[in-house]
């Protein structure tokens, strides 16, 4: 096993990730280490198991790896989604910075299942942010901690971070302020996405770009449930409405019930014909099940 993590680790020497210190180190099968995910945030690592608990045999390598090297790990369950745990090295107390294509996010390890970052769409942020330009008015959906929102806002585009979270909205802020951008011209919007969605579309609301990345389930403080297979379709339509001529949508998906050529088929089947769809694969440290489907949508 030791042979194999060494082998992917050391072919993530050979990617190019621009200004980038946080990647995957380890994707499961497509490292032939089935289940096992190794994720480095600037030198702070996180291991990630399908297993519920956490084999001697990783334990130990994690062990032997030089002290100043922190790895903390958690059992891959959306049912428990439980908050990671320190396995070896010193245990971090403090949120700290990642930079990716030089761009600084704040990660923390103590915030719950997820760390305030998905690395798998790092191709994704750049894509936006070559994209927008000064005057672009852009709508994050579903935004976490407003990593979307950070790359449109340092291109010059006006933001819109809007999530159910109240904590995410606050980190989005911080990861703004990371970057000395100007909150002024930025909008944070606590709520519902369709709720906002259909409040925007009355308004006659319009933006430049629209980001759609939703969990593949959730449910708002209505008790409305959202779920990707039965209602991304919907949120396209949607989307599509605030959109200002020639604008665009950043359709995103991980939910691996679904195959690229059905969801790229549900964002086509929601939005007029003529619109120009072009699919994106995921980012090269991601070897394994491409599970990260990407459609970018311009009408
Ligand atoms: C998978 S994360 C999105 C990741 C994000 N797009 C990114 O790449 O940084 C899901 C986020 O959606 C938010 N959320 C879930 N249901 C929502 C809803 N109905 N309206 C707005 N936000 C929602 C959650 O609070 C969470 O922050």
């Known amino acids: 096993m030791v042979h194999k993590i060494n082998t992917s680790e050391k072919l993530r020497d050979t990617l190019s990730l621009g200004d980038t210190n946080a990647c995957r180190l380890i994707d499961g099968a497509g490292d032939y280490l089935p289940g096992i995910y190794l994720d480095d945030f600037a030198g702070r ?31 891959l369950d959306q049912q428990t989604r439980e908050a990671p ?15 990716e294509h030089g761009v600084r996010y704040l990660i923390s390890f103590q915030s719950g299942y997820s760390q305030g970052i998905f690395l798998d769409q790092r191709e994704n942020r750049l894509r936006i942010r070559e ?23 340092l291109a010059g585009a006006t933001t819109t971070t809007l999530d159910l979270s109240q904590p995410y909205l606050d980190w ?26 259909r409040r925007f579309a009355r308004q006659n609301r319009r933006f430049t770009g629209i980001v759609l990345d939703p969990p593949t389930f959730s449910r708002d403080h209505q008790g409305n449930i959202f779920r990707v297979e039965e209602h991304y379709g919907d949120l396209v339509t949607l989307a599509a409405s605030c959109l200002s001529a020639g604008g665009w949508l950043l359709c995103t998906s991980n939910c691996r019930r679904l195959s690229g050529p059905v969801f790229t088929s549900m964002v086509r089947n929601a939005l007029p014909s003529g619109v120009h769809i072009e699919n994106h694969p995921m980012p090269p440290d991601f ?13």
């Open 131 to 153: 994209r927008c330009q000064s005057g672009d008015t852009v709508l994050n959906t579903f935004a976490y901690t407003g990593a979307f929102s950070v790359c449109a806002a």
């Open 287 to 299: 070897t394994g099940e491409p599970y990260l489907k990407t459609v970018m949508v311009e009408t």
């Open 45 to 75: 690592r996180l291991l990630s198991t399908s297993s519920s608990s956490l084999s001697p045999e990783l334990r130990d390598w994690a062990n032997s790896l030089p002290p100043s090297i922190t790895t903390y790990w958690k059992h």
């Open 172 to 197: 989005a802020r911080k990861n703004m302020a990371l970057n000395r951008i100007d909150e002024e011209g930025q909008h944070f919007c606590r709520g519902d996405t369709f709720h906002w969605l």
């Open 85 to 99: 745990s320190l396995v070896a090295g010193k245990p971090l107390t403090e949120p700290f910075e990642i930079q």
